[in-house]
């Protein structure tokens, strides 16, 4: 079964960055995009920004440049830098393997906390 293991997540000043790192297992991962998700207390789960297999990248709206999504094949891993975060950005950060027959599988995410 696919395990997906998140981490980097920590409590962190408006303005600071953060780098969060995302391990995955029992699939072929250079195969599959990958993507980062974030979910607020209360609030559905939104797509972050997403990365092909040969490095094209996309990132949701509200990003505006702030993050970055890139991935290490070899290691089996998808980071997501960000910068200039804002409250806002406040939540459990989630990766997720883009293909349906995962569309369940989710690890137990990282916790990003913004304070002003």
């Known amino acids: 079964q696919v395990r997906l293991e998140e981490s980097g997540g920590a409590l962190v000043l408006a303005g600071e960055s953060l780098r969060l790192s995302c391990a995955a297992s029992g699939i072929w991962f250079s195969e599959y995009v990958m993507a980062w998700y974030r979910q607020a207390p209360g609030k559905q789960r939104d797509l972050v920004a997403r990365?092909?297999?040969?490095?094209?990248?996309y990132y949701g709206d509200s990003m505006k440049g702030r993050f970055t999504i890139s991935r290490d094949n070899a290691k089996n891993t998808v980071y997501l830098q960000m910068s200039s975060l804002k409250v806002e950005d406040t939540a459990v950060y989630y990766c997720?393997?883009?293909?349906?027959?995962?569309?369940?599988?989710w690890g137990q995410g990282t916790q990003v906390t913004v304070s002003s």
């Open positions: 990365i092909t297999s040969g490095g094209d990248t």
């Open positions: 997720h393997v883009q293909d349906w027959y995962y569309d369940n599988y």
